[in-house]
Nanobody, 126 residues
C-alpha cells in the first residue's frame, strides 16, 4: 500500500523560508502527478502547487506564485516545496498528494488525487 509522508514543517518568522518534503513508499510505480495542498484554521483546503512527471507540467496557486517552488525526484518518488518570503497567511497544515493518472488542467483539484499524506504544520509568525 502506497503511503505519503511529509516532513519539514515548523515555525518560522515572516519573510523566512522552509522546505517541505514528501516521500512515497510502499509501491513500485512513480506517481504521475504530485501536489501540495493546505488547510488553514477555519478555512477550506486549498491548492498550492503541483507537478506532473509527463511533460514537466507545473502549476501554482496565484497566492504563492513567485514565492514557492515545487520540484520532484522521480527516481525516489519524492516531491519538495521550497517556500520563500513566507507570510502569516501561509500558516496551515500542508498536505502532499499523489496519483498515478492525471488530466491536463486538473492538477489543482483535490479530487484528482487518490493518495494523501497526514500533513505537516507550517506556522509563520508576524
Amino acid at each position: 500500500q502506497v503511503q505519503l509522508v511529509e516532513s519539514g514543517g515548523g515555525l518560522v518568522q515572516s519573510g523566512g523560508s522552509l522546505k517541505l518534503s514528501c516521500s512515497a513508499s510502499g509501491g513500485t510505480l512513480s506517481f504521475i502527478v504530485m501536489g501540495w495542498f493546505r488547510r488553514a484554521p477555519g478555512k477550506e483546503r486549498e491548492f498550492v502547487a503541483a507537478t506532473a512527471r509527463t511533460g514537466g507540467e507545473t502549476t501554482y496557486a496565484d497566492s504563492v506564485k513567485g514565492r514557492f517552488t515545487i520540484s520532484r525526484n522521480n527516481a525516489e518518488n519524492t516531491v519538495y516545496l521550497q517556500m520563500n518570503s513566507l507570510k502569516p497567511d501561509d500558516t496551515a497544515v500542508y498536505y502532499c498528494a499523489g496519483d498515478f493518472d492525471w488530466r491536463l488542467g486538473y492538477m489543482m483539484y483535490a479530487n484528482e488525487y487518490d493518495y494523501w499524506g497526514q500533513g505537516t504544520q507550517v506556522t509563520v509568525s508576524s
